[in-house]
């Protein structure tokens, strides 16, 4: 069962509010001076116990958050030609997490296989042909050529501050059209000419990459000031990493492109000493790009995105939902600078 409310011990767990010394009340203060929306009352033995729903959490964030609104529009790009390596968790976490801090974000899934799609968007279909209405939904390759509205297109999730734009089976078809439409210094253009200034509402754009090199790869890489590289601790990812980091800079040069960040995350990150020495190489060989905030393989990783929640909320007080408190704020000074 999805949690679709929260206690102020929650909300407090989930805030941090004990790391900032911020005292029950003072949540309680808060609310009698409605600076963060009123809860409503459950009974619980003989109390009545304060509850918040999910829709409240980003006003409440914006007075107790722990990342702050940026004061222009950032674009970030999650991306690494390695398969496995928590892309598609790292975004809708960050995502989460920035949404419930009261940032306005959208997602942009990017992959044909629809993992973020299926994170953001649960769909209990119960035919095949519900599944494919479901697939066949316009998107992305609608509004650039079929004159769709970005309102036929976005999904709304249950954090009023988080939208969605799914990936539809129409995603190959773009792929296919978009390198016609650039300049000819950049033919990856699109997305960073038309769809930015559509999502101008937005505080926040995370585009979450299919795991090998395309044009909507090349638009995203081109429309982001941030690129953000998950690299898993394991063998398989540390040997092709430096073949990987040659094709983006290759990319990069060829069109001139400038990022404000490029930053390394570490995730996958186990107590093996392989893992913990993988680790240890990624940070000593890039010290410029990794930020040393692992994030560590855990099964609850796996089991709160099956229940479509980020760790944060689904299990505020575990360690997975530290590294990634720690991760957030570290990536959100860069990239919201
Ligand atoms: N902390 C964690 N530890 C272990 N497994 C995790 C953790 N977090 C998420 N997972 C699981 O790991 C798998 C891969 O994660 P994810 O889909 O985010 O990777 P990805 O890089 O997007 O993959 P792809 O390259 O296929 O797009 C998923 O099944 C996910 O639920
Ligand atoms: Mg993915």
């Known amino acids: 069962?999805?949690?679709?409310?929260?206690?102020?011990?929650?909300?407090?767990?989930?805030?941090?509010?004990?790391?900032?010394?911020?005292?029950?009340?003072?949540?309680?203060?808060?609310?009698?001076?409605?600076?963060?929306?009123?809860?409503?009352?459950?009974?619980?033995?003989?109390?009545?116990?304060?509850?918040?729903?999910?829709?409240?959490?980003?006003?409440?964030?914006?007075?107790?958050?722990?990342?702050?609104?940026?004061?222009?529009?950032?674009?970030?790009?999650?991306?690494?030609?390695?398969?496995?390596?928590?892309?598609?968790?790292?975004?809708?976490?960050?995502?989460?997490?920035?949404?419930i801090n009261g940032i306005k974000t959208v997602v942009v899934g990017l992959d044909i296989q629809a993992s973020i799609t299926n994170l953001m968007l649960p769909v209990m279909v119960e035919s095949l042909t519900e599944l494919s209405a479901v697939r066949n939904r316009p998107g992305l390759f609608h509004i650039f050529y079929e004159g769709a509205e970005l309102a036929d297109v976005i999904q709304k999730t249950d954090l009023p501050t988080l939208d969605v734009i799914p990936e539809t089976a129409s995603l190959a078809m773009l792929a296919k059209m978009i390198p016609a439409n650039g300049s000819k210094q950049n033919p990856y253009t699109l997305f960073k000419d038309k769809l930015l200034p559509l999502l101008a509402g937005y505080d926040l754009i995370i585009f979450d990459n299919a795991p090998n090199w395309s044009p909507l790869v090349e638009n995203a890489l081109t429309a982001a000031q941030s690129?953000?590289?998950?690299?898993?601790?394991?063998?398989?990812?540390?040997?092709?990493?430096?073949?990987?980091?040659?094709?983006?800079?290759?990319?990069?040069?060829?069109?001139?492109?400038?990022?404000?960040?490029?930053?390394?995350?570490?995730?996958?990150?186990?107590?093996s000493k392989l893992s913990q020495q993988i680790y240890a190489a990624y940070v000593a060989n890039h010290a410029d790009a990794v930020l040393p905030v692992p994030i560590r393989r855990a099964v609850i990783g796996q089991e709160s995105s099956a229940l479509n929640r980020s760790v944060l909320e689904y299990d505020p007080a575990s360690d997975l939902a530290q590294d990634y408190f720690e991760l957030t704020k570290a990536l959100w000074k860069k990239v919201a600078g």
């Open 1 to 99: 069962m999805e949690q679709n409310s929260f206690t102020s011990t929650e909300i407090r767990r989930i805030f941090r509010l004990d790391e900032k010394l911020t005292a029950r009340q003072t949540l309680f203060n808060a609310e009698s001076r409605d600076e963060i929306p009123r809860s409503t009352r459950m009974a619980r033995g003989k109390t009545q116990v304060r509850q918040w729903s999910i829709d409240q959490l980003p006003d409440i964030g914006k007075r107790f958050g722990f990342l702050s609104k940026p004061t222009t529009q950032k674009a970030v790009c999650i991306f690494t030609q390695k398969g496995g390596t928590l892309k598609s968790t790292l975004t809708y976490t960050f995502a989460r997490a920035a949404a």
């Open 227 to 271: 690129v953000i590289a998950p690299v898993a601790c394991d063998v398989g990812t540390y040997q092709v990493l430096d073949n990987n980091l040659a094709a983006l800079n290759e990319f990069q040069a060829a069109f001139k492109i400038e990022w404000d960040n490029f930053i390394m995350v570490p995730t996958l990150l186990e107590k």
